[in-house]
């Protein structure tokens, strides 16, 4: 999660940080690939304590909308066409049915001509390293798109 996120500055402006298109809602995913790309390491440190208070007054289910586009923007943008055809599925399984996730997949779509013109799949070794992280993320409650 980005609000739980410490960064070093001179790695974030090196692979161009956040993209201002996604604006909000998994924009971190998309910079965490690019660091990948780029040979930066990412950790996890247990000791670490970062206190992020998300507001109780947003509307998840418009929270959501966002969320599973700019899912399906990182996985166009940055994964090999079989293994972004293959999330994409297990994303859109995933979502529930309703208007936000039908929102969200047009307003993807319909971006198709920027994916592509900024479309950069991650190096093999990183592209490896997802593929092992997909069966356990499928068991994650963090990435359940309920609202």
């Known amino acids: 999660m980005a609000g739980l996120t410490m960064i070093r500055v001179s790695a974030f402006r090196r692979v161009g940080g956040f993209c201002e298109r996604m604006w909000l809602g998994g924009e971190e995913e998309l910079l965490a690939l690019d660091l990948a790309a780029a040979g930066w390491w990412m950790v996890w440190e247990e000791h670490m304590v970062i206190e992020h208070e998300p507001s109780v007054s947003r509307d998840a289910t418009r929270r959501r909308q966002p969320g599973i586009r700019n899912t399906l923007w990182t996985l166009w943008l940055r994964r090999p066409v079989r293994s972004a055809v293959r999330r994409t599925v297990a994303v ?26 900024h479309r950069k799949p991650v190096p093999p070794a990183v592209e490896r390293g997802l593929v092992l992280l997909e069966e356990p993320q499928s068991r994650s409650a963090a990435r359940r798109y309920v609202g």
């Open 92 to 117: 859109l399984r995933s979502a529930p049915r309703d208007r936000a996730t039908a929102s969200a997949v047009w307003e993807a779509m319909m971006s198709a001509g920027w994916v592509i013109r």
